[in-house]
């Protein structure tokens, strides 16, 4: 069982700043790629930040220079840190991980979700 818990989100306002924080754990073997979704009222879920093993890193074109994602690969754990925030960043952001998990003497390769946390952007 393997479980992704995230905080840090609110309502904060034009031009402040969130950092988000996902945690996994559980019967974790590895992670690979770790990552940040959001999902906007009426809108689909789309890619925010991604980030691999090494650290190496994926943007939202529309993001690059306001989101810095990093991970701590010793806390199986993710950030994002969200900067000069606008109103339409306004959504529900969604963690990511891919997991290999320990389940006997296999360690299957699983994509999990975090519950998601609101991000509001308003004054």
């Known amino acids: 069982q393997v479980q992704l818990l995230e905080s840090g989100g609110g309502l904060v306002q034009p031009g402040g700043s969130l950092r988000l924080s996902c945690a996994a754990s559980?019967?974790?073997?590895?992670?690979?790629?770790m990552g940040w979704y959001r999902q906007a009222a009426g809108k689909g879920r789309e890619l925010v930040a991604s980030?691999?093993?090494?650290?190496?890193?994926n943007y939202a074109d529309s993001l690059k220079g306001r989101f810095t994602i990093s991970r701590d690969n010793a806390k199986n754990t993710v950030y994002l840190l969200m900067n000069s925030l606008k109103p339409e960043d306004t959504a529900v952001y969604y963690c990511?991980?891919?997991?290999?998990?320990?389940?006997?003497?296999?360690?299957?390769?699983?994509?999990?979700w975090g519950q998601g946390t609101q991000v509001t952007v308003s004054s």
């Open positions: 559980g019967n974790i073997f590895s992670i690979n790629t």
């Open positions: 990511n991980a891919e997991i290999r998990v320990l389940i006997g003497n296999s360690k299957p390769l699983q994509t999990y």
């Open positions: 980030t691999s093993k090494d650290s190496s890193t």
